[in-house]
């Protein structure tokens, strides 16, 4: 299941990222957006998990959690809702 991301601190990393969802079970894939231009974060990014029950409760857990000086959010991602 894709995972959104939003609102991520310009300065966190990919493996910064996938650590956050560890806790709540494996993660197959993270990447962290970044401007063709600039090459920097956007400030957001996916995580895949395939586990639904892990999946939901990362969501919940992490959902509104403070990283860095920023109140991120988490969702399931469009392609993944449907």
């Known amino acids: 299941m894709n995972i959104a991301v939003l609102n991520l601190p310009r300065d966190i990393d990919e493996q910064q990222l996938e650590k956050l969802f560890t806790d ?44 860095g000086n920023q109140k991120i959010r988490v969702k399931l991602s469009e392609s993944s809702a449907t």
């Open 24 to 67: 709540f079970g494996k993660v197959e894939s993270c990447e962290i957006v970044l401007d063709k231009k600039t090459g920097k974060s956007k400030g957001f990014g996916f995580v895949v998990m395939n586990d639904e029950i892990e999946v939901r409760i990362a969501i919940l857990e992490l959902h509104g959690k403070v990283v």
